[in-house]
């Protein structure tokens, strides 16, 4: 007997704390949804104080037909609450900015708007994210009450996740898309647009493509060493022991992280609306979702997703019928499967209807008990969508718009809202607190210097300018630390449009390295070293161009002519000119292994005379006795060395050339940043308009100038005139 008292006092124990853990969940949930609603109601927007006089009356009331589609999804709405009373309620028929229930259907308006980047679904996503400010849901667990016309939407710029779907869902379909607006579920992270645990798209590496190797046929296959079964086994449940101790180790580390979110009291709970894209149309290879918050594409079996209720688009409306239990990784969205999706109107009824039908068939349903399903859905009650130009080019209604991620933040201006015509800036930070920054990426639109894009790393302060083809100096990229010269400079160059087929040039107070492509006499490379200036010329004021730096060495470097034998044909040339020594060396064939040279040195005792060569076989030249035979002929060796002399005079020109061509771009490149110029497109009718107006006032600031500056300006033009009389007759 005293052991089923214990056993009944145990019983009663273990239930009370059962019952206490569900009171505290239900008041944790409580305090939630409490909060929650309190941080939604702060928004700076009152929607009750909207003007819709002026609103056609297709907000105002509901057409014959349209009252007929609310009583039918009324009747589906009871069928659908009696055979599923455990779900929540459908969001079906909310009312609009009038007050007027609408059918969530009629509300989605299938527009192509006349801009290229809006007839692809990244640009129309980009579009609405942009475009659009959230606002939070009043209640983060039950859909809104009230769905506004998308054009209301576009005209105060801001929306929930219900308004964000439509508008994206309705240009999603004018471009031609199989899309739908998507009620579910979501994390607590996408339904609050929190993107501060993710990484930033732009910093998102492409996945890498493995190369695959050839399977040799003919190779040898060796025996692999005998292994034991059972050691593998015991082997492997150590490795499973060990792996299982880690995940627990790890989970431990999780919680106890200070930088990890908290758990969301109402994970599964809170709602949220995205768009589904089917494929089939515009050549769209498989199913997948948008998030209109971001834009972002998102596989169907993304995490992020907990659920979905419905879907709709401008025709029908869909009830999901499947466990979402897992989330949405296994669900199919093969809308014709009546078992996985509850179609509110039948199409298969709609399409098989003919006029020529007797009304009899109709009343003998009715006469049944059944009801009609295959309804034709009415026109849409919203007015057609239109997004001006000036709209379109100055998407953001705050001026910019500002986007943290997991250690970095992306700012985003309209084009010409910056005079320099930054459009975008991406900033890397070391820590989570964003206190310390990286590194600095930031794009650029519509510059007439042709740059659209420049890298900064905070650490090291390199500067890398990227531009667009059609510069005027062919520039491609351009790395610095400063715009002085000789302070380490890196220029790249679009080599198609260059007549030496240069590409990139390096170029310090020491040093200066090309990089040559597609030439014919096979140069690749050429590095050039400097001495040091004269000292007493720089103390006594002369510029750079009258002292320019001594060239100490000069080396080029050739790939392999297969016209030419190796031992003819030079791999490596190098001009000392300071020493007076030239050294040519060849390349080498398939079974050699020391190259063949060649090497003219000064005479000792000797002056140096440019008309003169004077060549021996014992101290000036000196080469192996493996190279060519035309190598020991001494008049072979004589000629190539006044070649090579000539050669010699044209090198140096080229380096004064490279010099003074790298001392222009510094020039025009400090110009171009100090005055930056924006082009405006043709087709900008209200850039144009501004552009015209500038002008105008410039106009009228000179016609307005005082007469006695036009006077003074008279003056000095008429002692111009005598002057230059005066001297041509004396002349």
């Known amino acids: 007997m005293e052991a089923l008292e214990e056993r009944e006092e145990v019983e009663e124990t273990a239930e009370d704390e059962i019952s206490l853990n569900i009171s505290d969940f239900f008041d944790e949930l409580g305090e939630a949804v409490e909060e929650a609603s309190v941080t939604s109601a702060e928004s700076d927007f009152d929607w009750s104080s909207i003007d819709t006089s002026h609103l056609p009356s297709s907000y105002k009331t509901n057409s014959q037909q349209e009252k007929e589609l609310l009583q039918l999804a009324d009747h589906f709405f009871q069928q659908y609450t009696h055979l599923c009373p455990d779900r929540k309620p459908l969001f079906i028929h909310p009312l609009n900015e009038c007050g007027v229930q609408k059918f969530v259907s009629t509300t989605v308006k299938p527009t192509l708007l006349p801009f290229p980047d809006l007839y692809y679904w990244s640009g129309c996503a980009s579009f609405v994210c942009d475009y659009l400010i959230m606002e939070p849901l009043k209640c983060p667990i039950t859909p809104p009450s009230s769905l506004y016309s998308p054009t209301t939407i576009l005209k105060y710029q801001r929306g929930n996740c219900f308004d964000f779907a439509v508008l994206l869902c309705s240009l999603l379909i004018g471009a031609g898309y199989d899309a739908y607006c998507v009620h579910g579920y979501a994390t607590l992270e996408m339904c609050s647009l929190d993107q501060t645990q993710e990484l930033c798209p732009l910093l998102r590496k492409p996945p890498e493509v493995p190369e695959e190797e050839d399977p040799n046929k003919y190779r040898i296959k060796y025996p692999l060493d005998p292994q034991s079964k059972f050691e593998l086994q015991q082997k492997a449940k150590k490795e499973e022991e060990t792996e299982s101790t880690q995940e627990e180790e790890r989970e431990e580390e999780v919680v106890t992280e200070v930088g990890m979110p908290k758990r969301d009291p109402l994970h599964g709970l809170r709602v949220h609306a995205w768009v589904l894209v089917l494929p089939g149309k515009r050549k769209v290879p498989e199913t997948f979702f948008i998030n209109p918050f971001t834009g972002n594409h998102h596989s169907t079996t993304d995490e992020c997703f907990l659920g979905i209720e419905s879907i709709w688009n401008h025709r029908n409306y869909w009830v999901n019928m499947q466990d979402c239990r897992k989330g949405c990784k296994d669900l199919s969205f093969d809308l014709s499967d009546s078992i996985c999706w509850e179609m509110m109107f039948s199409e298969s009824k709609e399409l098989s209807q003919s006029p020529t039908e007797s009304p009899n068939k109709d009343t003998d349903d009715m006469e049944k008990g059944e009801i009609d399903t295959s309804f034709e859905m009415p026109l849409s009650w919203v007015t057609q969508i239109r997004v001006s130009c000036r709209e379109y080019e100055n998407p953001f209604s705050r001026g910019k718009k500002v986007i943290l991620y997991d250690k970095a933040k992306l700012e985003k201006w309209a084009a010409f809202a910056n005079e320099d015509g ?55 990229a351009h790395s610095y630390t400063s715009l002085e010269p000789e302070t380490g400079h890196t220029v790249e160059f679009y080599h198609t449009a260059r007549v030496d087929g240069l590409w990139k040039r390096f170029e310090n107070a020491t040093e200066m390295t090309e990089y040559f492509v597609g030439r014919e006499d096979f140069l690749h490379m050429r590095h050039i070293e400097f001495g040091e200036r004269d000292k007493e010329m720089e103390n006594g004021g002369i510029t750079a161009d009258a002292n320019p730096r001594p060239i100490v060495q000069i080396k080029e470097y050739f790939h392999r002519n297969p016209e030419k034998p190796a031992d003819e044909d030079i791999e490596e040339r190098v001009f000392m000119v300071i020493d007076d020594v030239i050294q040519l060396t060849y390349h080498l064939e398939l079974h050699d292994t020391i190259a063949s040279k060649v090497v003219f040195c000064r005479v000792i005792g000797r002056e140096k005379r440019e008309d003169e060569i004077f060549l021996s076989r014992e101290n000036t030249v000196k080469y192996e006795p493996w190279s060519s035979e035309k190598h020991k002929n001494m008049l072979h060796l004589y000629d190539l060395l006044w070649e090579l002399r000539a050669e010699q005079k044209e090198l140096k020109h080229h380096v004064r050339d490279s010099e003074a061509e790298m001392l222009n771009i510094l020039m025009v490149r400090e110009d171009e940043e100090a005055n930056i110029k924006l082009s405006v497109s043709m087709y900008s009718t209200a850039k144009r308009g501004q552009q015209q107006e500038a002008t105008v006032l410039e106009e009228e600031q000179r016609s307005s100038q005082s007469p006695l500056e036009n006077e003074s300006q008279g003056g000095e033009e008429a002692q111009s005139l005598a002057h230059h009389t005066a001297t041509s007759s004396t002349l």
Not at 445 to 450: G, I
Not at 464 to 473: A, K, Q, S, V, W
């Open 422 to 476: 930054l459009v975008e800036r991406l900033t890397v930070y070391a820590d989570s607190d964003c206190t310390e920054e990286l590194e600095v990426k930031e794009w650029f639109k519509h510059r007439e210097d042709l740059l659209y894009m420049r890298e900064v790393n905070k650490q090291t302060q390199l500067i890398t300018d990227h531009f667009r083809p059609g510069h005027p100096l062919l520039l491609k």
